[in-house]
């Protein structure tokens, strides 16, 4: 493939002119894209130099806009320290707007943890993943054929600053490579292409790439998953999730035949996924697998101290395009999860995210369900997700319980961290519903005995 | 009698329990409410095996369209659903559902749903589906009870309502999950005949209303109810002719009639049918007669003259009986009232369906009952069975009359019919219930006096002439005594058994879903077959959401309520040349069949298939019936074509035709390269232990879609036309 390369020239001046009058320029870049799975990981190792005049406090990372679609996270990390002794330090990445960016591109601005002094350099450490950037070609397959999908990419880095050297090097999950744009110097060894390295692009350089390999791994998207924390005061916390999977690789067109399915599995249906692995908290109990017709008996669940794992089928295996929903619910202790803070006000701490491994989640949305009678319900989380309260009636409820709606799209399993979601309650209201249901049986006795006692015929016997 | 002569001595002995002691009549109030409480429950629990043994769901295929109908109830409202237009089933025709179903049972779960929420418990409308013909039963044993009082006593009541319980015969048809009609109809049912006796009794007309309520509720939860409209007028009639005729007869029929009747009306489904099908001419003709009877009866009155009030008499009945012959012939003769439905006429000729109408005879619940299945529902309940009769005839009553006639009428129906051993039950449970009250009530009596009469004999000695005659019992007591004791324990092993047995039945034969499917293992573990719901669900995710889907009418309902498509024909067989067009596509070459399905705007065609599993009861072997029904509408289609020498056949001697017609090459498609059982040839049968005759099956107009992890499903889709170039 000949090899073309776009240069960005607009306007390096102008550019200059905006990086709030850092002087930056990156000495060594290297970056590894790993695209085993549907999920891609980006590694880049970036050695950031002071050539201005001025202390610089952040730097800015670019990224195309179909890469700004389809991000799912940006984490950044300084390194001090050489090889053995190394620190890894966590930076503050969020997204910010520039003027004038050429063609839409989308900006992370990286602070650093002390100012970059003119001349000093450092060295950067960043993790992005892209979502839903692996496109199948051919695509739609029939049974017996493997999944071939494309990868496109620059060979060189995206920046607004000069790169003195880079290198980039593409993971693929196996030794099938149908091709890969050649963009001198770039060879393959392997699961492994490398391009580069390159000398002194200039900023904005792009040169574009398509990778088309084989990706067989099970492409499990789920559309819709809506995650409900129930918090019962009495001594459990109740988890509902509700799932919409779907297998978001290459269609799958043509018959599906039994026979080849389980006599010949190597080379049948390769791109499909008939097994989940959801990673669930320790001592969950009460485990249940079902969806709208009933319960799904293909599941198996180990406890353990650390975490729980549940394996479980849906109830077909899932070629590309195929759907299926499941519930999963289960229980776990309150006390490993409820804490009260210093102020008396009670908090949550659960983890974020998605259970199942490996999977993109579309919309994730996290439904905490506070006791009735809580109140000053707020939720604190690492990253920026849409919140709402909502009302829910539940067994017994007279004003209902508030929900706590937290919203984010384009979850990646990086999103499991713990988040928390603070309230008041005061414990006199869990009595309520014991109450009621007490004076409910005390009115019905009394209510027959007044029926055995009181004479309603008119005309006395 | 033995308590009131305990209680002196209790006053000698201690007084301090006095205050406590609770008197005798109040005593027996306690044990039969416990009773009753116990056997409420009892019933209730004693459906919750498959509950426990699979899940929370609902069962077989008519209760997939009542949970269906019902969550559409709840979730668009009554007016909604009774207006409802179905364009999923029947397609292309569709079915109207509010005029042509039985609302009583959705409406019913509707309203517990709708309470239960209402008092804030947020129950899930399946939970409810499922438990409610549990709940049913449990009210059935309260009525049982009230109705063995109101025919014998309470004892007798009390022993109905522990046998009702437990019965398999009912169970079979209200174990949690079979939301079916007849899980509250049974109820309604039972209710309607209790308070009709009790009109009939009192002659009171609130109970008369009471019963003409409780028809309105039968009408409107089953079909069966023309039972009670013929059996009433018969019950009517018989009394009538036995010179039972009283102004309480008079008041409680005519209240229950006309007022049964109008409400009747109101069910669409029922409508006019009410006064103009035959099947409901019987209760117009008593209640004219009811009517004549009065009349007669008043005229005599005014006339004093026996021999002129012959002379009336014979021409009031002859012009009585003239005009109701040429009114009933004349309406039958210009179609104003309709003739008797085939299903009626298989009643009562057990034999009418299987030459008429074979997709009655194609049913398996409506095939006639063999005697190994009215041991295995009724077990003891067939020897109490006489036994009751005979100590309802020896003290005969209006109620006694009733109980007799419902027992005897609805044993025939059940031996017609399986499915009706159902409706036989309750009778069934009565009568057995007074033989055993009767014979346990006359034992212990005997023993108490056994007891007694030493005392009365020492305290008071022989004077008065009671005392004499049970001096004469008295010289035969070691005999009596002992035999009494005997036939006791007899009776009570005999009951034990019969709860045994009961529990077993229903452990072992009807508590199983049948959707899904549980086998043991080789290591005794259990497997389970959950073909059905993978393949439905498959169906509801993964194909287009107007796909059309052609299968045997047997699992319309589950597929329009699992798989949430649109079906060609399903188990409310309204329309048999429908059904026979699906059984003609099935049973012709895959050319014709491509013609028929093409016509229907079929997009899939779901077979079930049970080659590999060994399940029997799949479509090849229902297959007989498609070829039939199919045939009864088409000519072109012949059973002998897909026998050989009068036999079905699957494997090479089966006949040319049968080993290419579309249901064999779906059901066999690339299960010849298959090796089912070790050591047997591939292509092996295992639901008919031979080796398939046509292994190499190639189709054309058709493809595999999915095939489930058992094979008991297949669902194939129907390529669109190629271009004509």
């Not at chain 1, 709606?405 to 961290?417: G, R, S, Y």
Request: aromatic share 14%; proline share 5%.
């Amino acid at each position: 493939m000949a090899a073309r390369i776009w240069i960005f020239s607009v306007a390096v001046a102008l550019f200059l002119s905006f990086s709030s009058g850092h002087d930056l320029q990156i000495v060594n870049a290297e970056r590894r894209i790993d695209l085993s799975s549907h999920i891609v990981k980006a590694f880049l190792t970036l050695k950031v130099e002071n050539i201005g005049k001025d202390p610089a406090a952040d730097m800015l990372l670019a990224f195309t806009p179909t890469q700004i679609k389809h991000l799912s996270m940006v984490q950044a990390m300084a390194i001090t320290g050489k090889k053995k002794k190394k620190t890894y330090l966590p930076l503050d990445v969020k997204p910010t707007e520039q003027p004038d960016a050429p063609n839409d591109t989308g900006y992370f601005l990286v602070s650093f943890a002390t100012p970059l002094t003119p001349g000093e350099t450092v060295t950067l450490e960043v993790l992005y993943i892209l979502t839903h950037s692996l496109e199948p070609f051919p695509s739609e397959i029939a049974q017996s054929e493997s999944q071939l999908v494309y990868y496109r990419d620059s060979a060189v880095i995206l920046s607004p600053y000069h790169i003195k050297q880079q290198t980039t090097f593409f993971k693929t999950p196996s030794a099938r490579v149908e091709s890969f744009t050649s963009v001198d110097p770039a060879n393959r060894a392997g699961k492994e292409i490398k391009y580069g390295p390159y000398e002194d692009r200039a900023p904005y350089s792009y040169a574009p790439v398509i990778v088309h390999f084989e990706n067989n791994s099970p492409f499990a998207v789920v559309e819709e998953l809506v995650r409900e924390i129930e918090i019962s005061h009495w001594g459990s916390l109740q988890i509902t999730e509700n799932y919409r999977l779907t297998h978001g690789g290459a269609r799958h067109k043509g018959v599906f035949s039994r026979v080849d399915y389980q006599s010949r599995r190597s080379i049948s249906g390769s791109s499909s996924f008939n097994a989940l692995l959801a990673v669930l908290p320790p001592k969950v109990n009460s485990v249940y697998y079902r969806d709208n017709i009933g319960n799904i008996s293909t599941s198996h669940l180990r406890t353990g101290f650390k975490k729980s794992e549940l394996e479980f089928e849906p109830r077909y295996p899932l070629f590309g395009g195929w759907r299926a929903t499941f519930i999963i619910g289960y229980r776990v202790p309150l006390e490993d999860y409820l804490f009260e803070a210093p102020d008396g006000r009670r908090y949550l701490n659960f983890t974020f995210g998605c259970p199942l491994v490996e999977t993109i989640v579309n919309k994730l949305t996290i439904k905490v369900v506070l006791p009735e009678g809580s109140k000053d319900p707020s939720a604190v989380l690492p990253f920026t997700v849409n919140q709402d309260l909502q009302v829910k009636y539940s067994y017994l409820d007279i004003v209902g319980r508030t929900v706590v709606v937290l919203q984010k799209d384009n979850v990646v399993p990086t999103h499991n961290v713990p988040f928390q979601v603070y309230y008041t309650f005061k414990p006199i209201y869990m009595l309520a519903e014991p109450f009621m249901l007490v004076s409910a049986f005390f009115f019905v006795f009394v209510a027959s005995l007044a029926y055995v006692h009181i004479d309603l015929n008119i005309v006395k016997k | 009698m033995a308590a009131k002569k305990a209680s002196p001595d209790l006053v000698n002995s201690s007084f301090s329990f006095k205050s406590l002691k609770l008197k005798t009549k109040q005593q027996e109030l306690l044990l039969r409410v416990s009773i009753l409480g116990l056997v409420y429950v009892l019933a209730f629990i004693a459906r919750l095996f498959s509950v426990l043994r699979y899940e929370s769901m609902i069962h077989e295929f008519d209760p997939y369209f009542n949970y269906r109908t019902t969550l559409f109830l709840t979730e668009k409202g009554f007016y909604e659903f009774w207006n409802w237009f179905d364009s999923e089933s029947w397609y292309p025709l569709g079915r109207i559902i509010g005029g042509t179903l039985y609302p009583g049972l959705m409406v019913t779960a509707a309203l517990i749903y709708w309470t239960l929420r209402f008092l804030r418990f947020f129950v899930h409308i399946r939970e409810v589906c499922v438990l409610t013909a549990p709940f049913f039963a449990s009210n059935t044993t309260l009525v049982a009870y009230f109705f063995g009082k109101e025919i014998w006593d309470t004892g007798a009541g009390l022993v109905a309502a522990a046998l009702i319980a437990i019965c398999p015969g009912y169970i079979s048809r209200s174990v949690a999950g079979s939301y079916d009609n007849e899980a509250v109809a049974i109820f309604a049912l039972l209710l309607t005949f209790y308070l009709f006796v009790k009109a009939v009794k009192t002659g009171s007309l609130s109970w008369a209303l009471g019963s003409a309520f409780g028809y309105f509720y039968m009408v409107s939860a089953w079909g069966g109810y023309v039972f009670i409209i013929n059996l009433v007028p018969l019950y009517v009639l018989v009394l009538l002719i036995t010179g039972r005729y009283s102004m309480r007869l008079y008041v409680a029929y005519n209240c229950m009639y006309i007022l049964g009747m109008l409400l009747a009306m109101q069910i669409r489904f029922v409508g006019f049918q009410h006064v103009q099908s035959g099947e409901h001419m019987a209760a117009m003709g008593v209640f004219l007669l009811m009517q004549v009877f009065y009349f007669l009866d008043w005229v005599k009155h005014q006339l004093n003259d026996t021999k002129l009030f012959q002379t009336f008499l014979r021409i009031t009945v002859t012009s009585a009986i003239l005009v109701g012959g040429i009114a009933l012939g004349v309406g039958t003769a210009s179609g104003y009232i309709s003739p008797w439905t085939g299903r009626f006429y298989s009643l009562l000729d057990p034999t009418y369906a299987k030459d008429h109408i074979p997709i009655i005879a194609s049913v398996s619940e409506h095939q006639p009952t063999a005697w190994s299945s009215f041991m295995f529902d009724y077990h003891i309940l067939l020897f109490l069975f006489p036994a009751g009769l005979y100590f309802c005839f020896k003290r005969l009553s209006d109620a006694t009359i009733f109980i007799v006639m419902y027992g005897l009428t609805s044993l025939y129906f059940a031996g017609v019919m399986v499915r009706l051993i159902l409706v036989a039950t309750p009778a069934v449970c009565l009568i057995s219930a007074i033989a055993v009250s009767a014979t346990v009530k006359n034992l212990t009596s005997l023993l108490r006096t056994k007891q007694k009469v030493p005392q009365t004999g020492s305290t008071k000695g022989v004077g008065s002439s009671k005392s004499s005659s049970k001096v004469t019992l008295d010289q035969s007591q070691p005999f009596h005594k002992n035999g009494a004791i005997a036939l006791l324990v007899g009776v009570f092993y005999l009951l034990s058994r019969y709860a045994i047995h009961c529990t077993w039945v229903t452990s072992e034969a009807y508590s199983s879903p049948s959707i899904v499917l549980a086998a043991r293992g080789a290591h005794g573990n259990r497997i389970i077959f959950d073909d059905y719901r993978e393949a439905y669900y498959w169906l509801r995710q993964n194909t287009p959401t107007d796909a059309k889907v052609m299968s045997w009418w047997d699992y319309g309902y589950q597929i329009t309520a699992m798989g949430n498509r649109t079906v060609i024909v399903d188990n409310n067989t309204w329309n048999n040349t429908h059904i026979a067009t699906v059984g003609r596509a099935m049973s012709s070459y895959e050319d014709e069949a491509y013609d028929i399905m093409r016509s229907l705007d079929v997009n899939y065609v779901l077979v079930v298939f049970g080659g590999v599993t060994g399940y029997s009861s799949d479509d090849i072997n229902k297959f007989l019936w498609m070829v039939r029904i199919g045939g009864g509408v088409y000519p072109v289609i012949k059973e002998p074509d897909y026998l050989v020498n009068g036999e079905f056949r699957v494997d090479k001697g089966a006949s040319p035709k049968m080993l290419n017609c579309l249901m064999y090459k779906l059901c066999y498609y690339r299960f010849g390269e298959l090796v089912t059982e070790y050591g047997k040839p591939t292509g092996y049968d295992r639901a008919r232990g031979v080796e398939i005759g046509n292994k190499d099956i190639k189709l054309e107009h058709l493809e595999e879609a999915y095939t489930t992890s058992n094979w008991i499903v297949r669902i194939y889709r129907v390529k669109p036309p190629t271009n004509r170039l």
